[in-house]
């Protein structure tokens, strides 16, 4: 029984860096937990790392591009977790981004139906001056 | 307007095209040359309609 008891409080002591492998989220990096073995590669939302994590008591997040473990302190982390929720855009979003959009395609081709238009016209006046002179030297 | 034309972009639903059309195209919206550059970073002068 007590042998047991003992076996629990040394638990919580165990680090991340005792395992090989470190799980972390792949979509914010985040410090997931530390695993005997590696995750699976067609998981979606979870990777491993056998980068061991560095001495701190920082928030970790894993950033693949570099490959090594980035500390946060708990206020960037708040704020990067914050502006990576903000950053989901929903459909209030996508409407106004489409009818922006719309607006500028209708507009661009508002303007250069103007400038054909304009062209067109310029072409008509000169077909009638040339048929009017035509007309005229005819008379005559 | 600038507002949501910046949270657009930085959330990809607005390119850096898109935004260079609503400032051509679109001038009821508001934004500006100057708007351009901030929101996207790039120069405008080095825009082509």
């Known amino acids: ?59 970790y997040a894993f950033d693949e591009s570099i490959n090594l473990w980035r500390g946060y302190t708990n206020e960037e982390w708040f704020n990067r977790l914050n502006e990576a929720a903000l950053s989901i855009p929903d459909n209030n979003d996508e409407w106004r981004a489409s009818i922006m959009t719309q607006m500028a395609v209708l507009n661009k081709q508002l303007v250069q139906l103007g400038l054909q238009n304009a062209k067109l016209t310029a072409r008509v006046t000169e077909l009638e001056k040339a048929l009017n002179n035509t007309k005229e030297s005819e008379t005559n | 307007m600038f507002d949501i034309c910046q949270d657009l972009y930085n959330k990809e639903l607005l390119s850096i095209e898109d935004i260079r059309d609503v400032v051509l195209y679109s001038p009821m919206f508001g934004l500006t040359k100057i708007d351009y550059e901030t929101i996207t970073g790039q120069p405008w002068n080095t825009v082509t309609p």
Do not use: C, H, Q
């Not at chain 1, 003992?6 to 989220?25: C, K, M, T």
């Open chain 1, 1 to 59: 029984m007590e042998e047991n008891e003992e076996r629990l409080n040394l638990e919580p002591e165990a680090s991340p860096n005792d395992f090989p492998y470190r799980l972390y989220s792949k979509i914010n990096g985040a410090l997931i937990g530390a695993s005997m073995t590696p995750a699976d590669k067609d998981d979606p939302e979870v990777a491993s790392t056998s980068v061991p994590l560095p001495d701190g008591e920082l928030n």
